[in-house]
């Protein structure tokens, strides 16, 4: 008779090839808003305009703003559903723990992060091919430099990855306590609307300001990476003071 000894890193790596291949769905689901985001855009995202006797000319502004929005909630949402019981006990078909299972999410969640930005980026193409196609010579492309479409992306990526990482934090906070449930929404709507009725900004709308509005692309990542490794570390901790499934 042999023991065999079953390294975290087997572990890990088995379970994250296991999500990959079951949770389809979030990648449809994806598809899905994307496509719909896209429609949105097609209605341009600003307008200018002149005029002068019987001349009027218009000019139409086009992005992937809203498809990025839409992709970042279904970071947020994907993130926060991944956490809850239905999704935990798919686990339990291996031998693991929690240490195992937060590492493959969060491995899981990056994954998507990626495929996500990158897909929301390329629409910005499709956006174009679909644009020329219906106004031929009244449409007007402005390309960008290798550079501009990096950094681009990065801060795309790093956007998605943010909400993926505070949805599996609230999702654990509510997994921790169902009275979460009640308490960040109202925190988030207290957010929101706490400066309306002032002049002056919210302090928490300033905080959000200072925060994501960083001139320094350096700076910018460094506030994000730190941000995503935080709300990570502290879902796994609350995820380590759960209850032992019975």
């Given at each position: 008779?042999?023991?065999?000894?079953?390294?975290l890193l087997d572990v890990v790596k088995k379970q994250f090839t296991f999500k990959l291949k079951s949770y389809t769905q979030v990648y449809i689901s994806?598809?899905?808003?994307?496509?719909?985001?896209?429609?949105?855009?097609?209605?341009?995202?600003?307008?200018?305009?002149?005029?002068?006797?019987?001349?009027?000319?218009?000019?139409?502004?086009?992005?992937?703003?809203?498809?990025?929005?839409?992709?970042?909630?279904?970071?947020?949402?994907?993130?926060?559903?991944?956490?809850?019981?239905?999704?935990?006990?798919?686990?339990?078909?291996?031998?693991?723990?929690?240490?195992?299972?937060?590492?493959?999410?969060?491995?899981?969640?990056?994954?998507?992060?990626?495929?996500?930005?990158?897909?929301?980026?390329?629409?910005?193409?499709?956006?174009?091919?679909?644009?020329?196609?219906?106004?031929?010579?009244?449409?007007?492309?402005?390309?960008?430099?290798?550079?501009?479409?990096?950094?681009?992306?990065?801060?795309?990526?790093?956007?998605?990855?943010?909400?993926?990482?505070?949805?599996?934090?609230?999702?654990?906070l509510i997994q921790y306590n169902k009275i979460f449930t009640v308490i960040i929404p109202a925190c988030f709507f207290g957010f929101l609307f706490l400066?309306?009725?002032?002049?002056?900004?919210?302090?928490?709308?300033?905080?959000?300001?200072?925060?994501?509005?960083?001139?320094?692309?350096?700076?910018?990542?460094?506030?994000?990476?730190?941000?995503?490794?935080?709300?990570?570390?502290?879902?796994?901790?609350?995820?380590?003071?759960?209850?032992?499934?019975?």
């Amino acid at each position: 008779m042999s023991l065999v000894k079953i390294s975290l890193l087997d572990v890990v790596k088995k379970q994250f090839t296991f999500k990959l291949k079951s949770y389809t769905q979030v990648y449809i689901s994806l598809v899905t808003l994307q496509l719909l985001a896209i429609i949105f855009s097609f209605n341009g995202v600003g307008m200018m305009g002149a005029g002068s006797g019987t001349l009027e000319v218009k000019v139409n502004y086009y992005s992937a703003n809203i498809v990025i929005i839409f992709t970042i909630l279904w970071a947020l949402i994907s993130s926060i559903l991944i956490t809850t019981k239905a999704y935990r006990n798919d686990d339990f078909a291996f031998v693991t723990n929690r240490l195992s299972s937060n590492l493959a999410n969060i491995l899981y969640l990056m994954t998507a992060s990626i495929v996500g930005a990158a897909t929301a980026l390329l629409s910005t193409s499709l956006m174009t091919i679909v644009l020329f196609l219906i106004k031929g010579n009244q449409f007007e492309n402005s390309s960008s430099t290798l550079t501009e479409l990096l950094t681009g992306y990065t801060a795309t990526l790093l956007y998605v990855l943010l909400f993926s990482a505070l949805g599996y934090f609230i999702g654990m906070l509510i997994q921790y306590n169902k009275i979460f449930t009640v308490i960040i929404p109202a925190c988030f709507f207290g957010f929101l609307f706490l400066g309306i009725g002032s002049t002056k900004a919210s302090n928490g709308v300033q905080l959000a300001a200072a925060f994501f509005n960083e001139s320094s692309i350096f700076l910018f990542i460094v506030k994000m990476l730190l941000s995503i490794t935080l709300l990570f570390a502290g879902a796994c901790i609350l995820s380590n003071k759960m209850e032992v499934r019975e």
